[in-house]
């Protein structure tokens, strides 16, 4: 489509790809001389169609969907195995997908609150509180190492993995909620008696543990090294 003089038009893909490419060549039979011009336009008001979209989407779907089902309000924590009508498939907690959800919720009200006002500033930032609480568990209680995945309650360790990916979200996720707690008492807001210093001030070792090329295993415990190995042992 609008291609230079010269130049052979890519091959037709085939199967689910086939009715966009049509639909695209029919979109696209200006010439190349308007490509520049028209097709500026139509791209931007495109783009723009799309932001409007996915913002409706993302404020008035995606988030009251996670906001509504995904919070355990008897734990702390998220549940992230949802069916599409909100029932959990699986309650394991992966470390990773719970310090992802801190930074989602802190993030939304760092970045949005203001925007979206203080009913919906107040949710977010109670969101992501009930997981930067539940973080702390993620932790082995003789080692001090981070873990993969634990149980529903946090209690249970299921999951221990050498690599960093779990140390990463967390640090991310205590990072921007100790922002949201700044931002809230910079304005007067409630921060139910959390300290930002608390989360702002992460420990690095919990990079350093999980990342050694030589992983420590737990105490009296083997170390699990895939995500199919489950922790402890059968």
Not at 24 to 49: K, Q, R
Not at 131 to 158: I, M, N, Q, W, Y
Not at 216 to 224: F, I, K, S, T, Y
């Amino acid at each position: 489509p609008r291609l230079a003089p010269g130049l052979e038009s890519p091959a037709r893909p085939e199967g689910r790809l086939s009715g966009i490419w049509d639909r695209y060549l029919t979109s696209n039979n200006a010439s190349c001389s308007d490509m520049e011009t028209e097709h500026s336009w139509d791209m931007f008001a495109t783009l723009s169609d799309m932001c409007a979209t996915w913002r409706e989407d993302l404020f008035h779907n995606v988030i009251p969907f996670w906001l509504s089902h995904s919070i355990d309000l008897t734990n702390g924590g998220y549940f992230t195995a949802l069916d599409r009508d909100g029932s959990i498939l699986d309650d394991t907690k992966f470390v990773w997908l719970q310090g992802r959800a801190v930074y989602m919720w802190s993030r939304l009200h760092n970045e949005c609150g203001a925007e979206c006002g203080p009913d919906a500033a107040n949710k977010w930032f109670d969101a992501a509180l009930c997981g930067a609480r539940f973080l702390e568990r993620a932790k082995h209680k003789d080692s001090g190492l981070l873990l993969f995945s634990v149980s529903r309650d946090g209690t249970t360790p299921l999951h221990m993995q050498r690599k960093p990916y779990a140390a990463v979200f967390h640090v991310l996720g205590c990072l921007e909620f100790g922002d949201a707690i700044r931002r809230r008492q910079a304005a007067g807001f409630d921060v139910m008696g959390e300290d930002a210093t608390t989360y702002l001030q992460v420990d690095a070792a919990l990079l350093m543990c999980c990342a050694s090329a030589h992983p420590r295993p737990l105490p009296g415990r083997p170390l699990a090294r895939s995500f199919d190995h489950r922790y402890p042992p059968p």
